[in-house]
C-alpha cells in the first residue's frame, strides 16, 4: 500500500543565500498538488518560526524601481569587502545579468547600503531571486552538479550543528532569511561555496535539461531501512517521512544530529534514487 510521505530534504535556500531545510510532500513518489497553499507541517520540534515578510520579496520583482547610484555604489563598496563573495556575483552576472540586477534593487530597498551586513543581506537576495527564476534549472542537472549542490548543503548544517542547535533547527524548519544573516556573516566562505554550488547546478541544468522520473515508494523504503541502519530511532524517522511528531518531542540538538544523518543517509543511495530525490526538492523549492 502506498504511503503518503512528508520528506525534508535540504535545498538551495534563496532567502539564506545558504542551505536550508523545506517541507515537501510526495504520494507514491508524486508531488501533492497544488503547491499553494503552503504544506502544513509539524516542525521538528516545538522551537516555533515566525513568518518571513513578503515585503522583500514582492520588491524583487519590482523591475521599474529605480535605483540610486549613490545607495548602489556604497553597496558594491561593501561587496568589495567580501572577496569570498566575488566569485559568485561574477558568476550570476554572466549567467543572469537581469536576476543580478533585480537584485541589487530589492536589496537597496532593504537599506542593505547603510548596514554593517549588506554583502550578506545582497547574498540573501540574490539566492531568492535565483530560485525563484530559475529553481528549476536546478533539478534537471548532472549528478556532479547535484551531489555538489547538496554537499554544500551538508557542511552549512554541520557548521549550524557545531554552532547553534536551536538556529540549525530553525533552518530545518525554513525560517526566514533574516534570521541566519549574522551566521551568512560569520561563515562567508562557506554560503559562498553554497551559493556558487546552486548558480553551477542552474546552469549545469540549462544546458542537460535532464528529466527524472518522481522518486517511488521503494526510494522512500531504502532510505528508512537507511536511517534505521545508522541508528535513528523510529519515531524520528516517521517525524521525517510521515510527519508524526514524537512524545515526548525532540530536543533541538536531537533534532539538529538527525538532521545530518539523514543527509548523509541520502548521500549513501544508489544513484538514481539519490538523484530523484534531490531533483524533486529543488522541484518543490522552486514553486514555494
Known amino acids: 500500500m502506498k504511503k503518503q510521505l512528508r ?75 567580501a572577496p569570498e563573495y566575488q566569485a559568485f556575483f561574477s558568476r550570476m552576472r554572466t549567467l543572469y545579468p537581469a536576476d543580478y540586477n533585480a537584485a541589487i534593487k530589492a536589496t537597496l530597498a532593504r537599506g542593505a547600503s547603510t548596514q554593517d551586513n549588506g554583502a550578506d543581506l545582497f547574498l540573501s537576495e540574490a539566492m531568492r531571486q535565483l530560485r525563484q527564476t530559475r529553481g528549476l534549472l536546478g533539478a534537471k542537472a548532472g549528478q556532479q552538479a547535484l551531489d555538489q549542490l547538496f554537499n554544500a548543503n551538508r557542511k552549512v548544517l554541520g557548521q549550524l550543528a557545531a554552532s547553534d542547535a536551536a538556529l540549525c533547527v530553525d533552518f530545518l524548519n525554513g525560517a526566514p532569511a533574516d534570521r541566519f544573516i549574522a551566521f551568512t556573516g560569520a561563515n562567508r566562505a562557506l554560503m559562498a561555496e553554497q551559493a556558487l554550488a546552486g548558480l553551477e547546478a542552474m546552469d549545469d541544468g ?83
Open 206 to 288: 540549462a544546458h542537460k535539461k535532464i528529466d527524472r522520473e518522481a522518486p517511488a515508494t521503494q526510494d522512500f523504503d531504502d532510505l528508512e531501512k537507511l536511517l534505521l541502519s545508522k541508528g535513528m530511532e523510529k519515531p524520528a524517522i516517521d517525524l521525517l517521512l510521515d510527519g508524526k511528531t514524537p512524545d515526548p518531542p525532540l530536543t533541538d540538538a536531537q533534532a539538529c544530529q538527525n538532521g545530518l544523518v539523514y543527509l548523509d543517509a541520502l548521500q549513501t543511495l544508489p544513484d538514481l534514487q539519490r538523484l530523484r530525490l534531490y531533483a524533486l526538492a529543488l522541484e518543490v523549492m522552486a514553486h514555494e
Open 7 to 81: 520528506i525534508a530534504l535540504l535545498a538551495l535556500a534563496a532567502a539564506l543565500a545558504a542551505a536550508f531545510g523545506s517541507w515537501f510532500l510526495a504520494s507514491g513518489g508524486q508531488v501533492a498538488e497544488p503547491l499553494e497553499p503552503p504544506l502544513s507541517v509539524k516542525p521538528v520540534t516545538t522551537h516555533p518560526v515566525a513568518p518571513e515578510n513578503d515585503d522583500a520579496a514582492s520588491k524583487i520583482s519590482d523591475e521599474s524601481a529605480p535605483t540610486d547610484p549613490q545607495a548602489q555604489a556604497a553597496l558594491e563598496e561593501k561587496l568589495a569587502q
